[in-house]
RNA sequence: GGCGGCGUAGCCAAGAGGACUAAGGCGACGGAUUGCAAAUCCGUUAUCCGCGGGUUCGAAUCCCGCCGCCGCCUCCA
């Protein structure tokens, strides 16, 4: 069965046949880095990170491209708006360059801690201006787009395709515009190119028509094209920019091309928190560090994809706890087949032929899911199905070692590989060594022999007053194991 | 005002005309196991998919109306 997709641009599910039969062109538009990441941009990049990671499963090739926004951009389209990068460089005194610097590092620190691969390449707009000059030119020379005063805005008039993915018309736009007409502008819903720098900006460079900066569209399509041709496969980001970003994007570089930009535009929906929407100029915005503080990062990753991609993502932390729950469960299981992998000894137990199948058959369902348009819930489902089936194995006998290895694969590519949401190293797995590890184990043992004695009153109070420094006490056939609760 | 989307158990969340007498997770309850717990296993937890109509042999899934919520139309993942 064939992955689908959902493409924005016709509005259904197609079928994914990339340009060139095992290699993929994937774009992304990445932050813009004037602040620490937050709870959305983990929602957009685990997304997206988990198609590229089902993609290259599949056997393409892929490229991903994702841009690091480190031109500021006003903070509307009308010519009062402020530069969130300047402004935010004056606010914490630094030069611009070295604001965006600090949050270029925070994002992929955070995007690291989330377990999402790093994008093939991570070009910044700042250093893709001569290219974004280049097709203002060609944009100009073609027609598309005229000079006033030192800026250039696109005609939006002469791209009949304008509206194609978002469903806009050019006559409804301009009716229902919030922002106040700018007069330089022949058409309402005409967009800079190229904007004249006004006194103090900090962030200009030098171009045909003067000292200025590029338009807010522009890098995207810019970048795109350079790292990955003028017709890209995918081109991914978040629903709200698909008006007027990713729009302006393919009237830019259709206009410029005369080809096809995107053949994909998948979308993915926003964050909310209690329920109302999460933005940055609404200030309601919960940074991944504080999440984390309070949250093991790969159970936020858990989290963000037990729902669908397409589908709004409503952040609690309820749902986060009760995400960390369920991720655990599936650790645990990996935990046992690791353990269980390394006492076995008999390479093939009494009905391993079977099971091999049967684990084979689980694989199946978990890409039968991910091909409907990359359904990680449904595919996590798998998972979890996975995981019962394993601990009912692990419980009922002797696996043979070839159905542990095969299981032991099956988390590895599709939890670990695929979903990204199981590590190396487990969450809650971990009894760490050192002083505390010694003097836990000292407590072990004097409890154990309370255990012996018959002693349960100092056996419990022994693991009551470990709970409470937050040691938590299993107790098992093979002994009494230890980890942080 | 225009455009788009959503409403499934206590909570989160799949399913998009017939394998649905509706996945999976969390929670709750009962049982097995355990000295007691934890982990694990077994069972129960939506006669029903916002409400009201309609189409169909058949609808959570399609159509119409209503109610509620959300997004975009201004920077945002």
């Known amino acids: 069965m064939p992955l689908k997709v959902y493409n924005t641009l016709g509005s259904r599910r197609e079928e994914f046949e990339p340009l060139d039969d095992s290699y993929v062109r994937m774009y992304v538009c990445g932050p813009t880095v004037y602040d620490h990441p937050h709870i959305g941009h983990a929602k957009s990049y685990v997304s997206f990170d988990a198609m590229v990671r089902y993609l290259r499963y599949l056997g393409y090739k892929v490229t991903y491209v994702q841009n690091i926004t480190d031109v500021g951009h006003l903070t509307d389209d009308a010519d009062e708006g402020e530069d969130k990068i300047a402004k935010r460089a004056a606010r914490e005194r630094v030069d611009p360059m070295e604001l965006v610097e600090k949050y270029t590092r925070s994002y992929f620190e955070d995007m690291d801690a989330l377990n999402c691969l790093r994008p093939d390449i991570s070009p910044r707009a700042s250093g893709h201006i001569p290219e974004q000059i280049e097709i203002v030119k060609t944009l100009l020379e073609r027609g598309f787009a005229y000079e006033v005063n030192g800026s250039v805005y696109f005609d939006v008039s002469r791209f009949s395709a304008y509206g194609k993915l978002s469903g806009r018309k050019l006559d409804e736009l301009a009716a229902g515009a919030r922002v106040e007409v700018n007069p330089d502008k022949k058409h309402p819903a005409d967009f800079a190119l190229w904007k004249k720098a006004e006194k103090g900006h900090i962030l200009r460079w030098n171009s045909p028509w003067g000292w200025g900066y590029p338009g807010w569209h522009l890098e995207c399509s810019v970048m795109a094209t350079r790292y990955l041709g003028e017709t890209i496969d995918i081109h991914g980001g978040g629903l709200e920019n698909a008006f007027p970003h990713h729009e302006c994007e393919i009237a830019q570089s259709e206009a410029a091309h005369g080809k096809p930009f995107a053949k994909y535009w998948l979308h993915n929906n926003m964050v909310t928190v209690d329920g109302v929407k999460m933005g940055k100029s609404l200030g309601n915005f919960i940074t991944l560090k504080d999440a984390f503080a309070r949250h093991h990062p790969l159970c936020l990753r858990y989290f963000v994809l037990t729902s669908h991609y397409r589908s709004p993502l409503d952040f609690s932390e309820e749902a986060i706890d009760a995400a960390a729950r369920g991720l655990q469960r599936i650790h645990n299981a990996v935990a046992a087949v690791r353990q269980a992998l390394q006492g076995a000894s008999e390479p093939q137990g009494g009905n391993d032929v079977e099971r091999l199948r049967e ?110 420094v937050g040691v938590e006490l299993m107790d098992t056939p093979e002994g009494t194991t230890w980890k942080r609760a």
């Open 359 to 468: 684990i084979e058959r689980f694989r199946e369902r978990f890409e039968e899911a991910m091909n409907e348009d990359f359904n990680t819930p449904q595919a996590i489902a798998v998972l979890s199905d996975l995981v019962r089936w394993t601990n009912q194995l692990l419980a009922s006998g002797a696996p043979g070692a070839a159905a542990l290895e095969k299981l032991k694969s099956a988390f590895d590519t599709l939890g670990a590989d695929v979903l990204g949401i199981v590590t190396d190293t487990l969450v809650g797995q971990e009894a760490p060594g050192g002083l505390e590890g010694r003097l836990v184990d000292i407590l072990i043992d004097m409890r154990a022999e309370a255990r012996k004695a018959k002693d349960f009153k100092t056996a419990d109070a022994i693991r009551e007053r470990l709970e409470k």
